[in-house]
């Protein structure tokens, strides 16, 4: 694990003990208990938006190479996020993962980063869009309710919020549409020119290629889009049912304003590995604004937590099993020759 990882690492962990710890340890626990077996129950919940989102880097795969099933994407999909929620490395391992996943399953290579990458970006414009459903559906309770005096500015908030959630996303469109990965690798030969590069260089410039084809292909491009907004509208079944099962029921728009403001905090803090302590500061500014205390709300990010562990530990095993494999594999190989 390189230093700034390792940094990240420690702030996140400080934070989140001390999140915690500011709130009484007793009260949390004792509200999470009451979910019981319940957790079980969200961990099988997840499955259909993790589901969806499988589907939705299915559909950009290159029909004319038949190549990369559902379960491919399926199989991807569950181990790129048990990597970004469980390995000390941010949200960057994810992406690497899913990219590998496909490509030892047989699909090319570029095709399986052009994929990815085109993938995680419309997942991000779809997350930029459910967080100002969040913050409308906020703004238009604060409107409601009868002290609304400063509903004007709730309604600057959420355009600036809107602008600042979608300036990371456009940008990273903007430079893979000018060719990201080859223009990257140039600097990078530029910086380290002891080498020859050109190799790795022609594969770069592969992957921009079929990136460039991947968003192209507007009706799919259009279907990976939707099947990721859908995805993140349905995760917030997740808040709603773990606030049931925890003893403090919330509306459906309530879970939708605390599902929604907290994926975009957590996605915020991409670079802290498990957004650790991040995740729990957010749902706690939120809280109040819900009528939810503070010990249901750090529950109910304890509860995500359990369930990232019931599936990403699993997911992490397969990871580690299939690369096991695929080294095997590589050393008969390498022996037989």
Known sequence: MRRPAIWLLTAGALLFAGVLISQGL?????TLATAGWGLLLVA???VLPLSLDAVAIRVLFDAATAR???RDALLARWMGESANSLMPVGQVAGPVVMARCLSHRGMPMQDAVAAVTVSTTLQGLAQVIFALIGLALL???????PHAAHSPRLGSFLLIAGVVLAVPVVLFYLVQRRGLFGRSMRAIARLWGTRDWSRLTGHAE???RAVERTYMRGGRTLASFVLSLVGWLIGTGEVYLILQLIGSPVGWADALVLESLGQAVRGAAFAVPGALGVQEGGYLLLAPLMGLQADAALALSLAKRAREILLGLPGLLSLYLTERVRRRRIACAAAGD
């Open 206 to 208: 592969a992957i921009d």
């Open 26 to 30: 007793g009260p949390v626990f004792a």
């Open 68 to 70: 990369g099933s559902a």
């Open 139 to 145: 703004a238009a309770q604060a409107g409601a309710a």
């Open 44 to 46: 099988l919940f997840h």
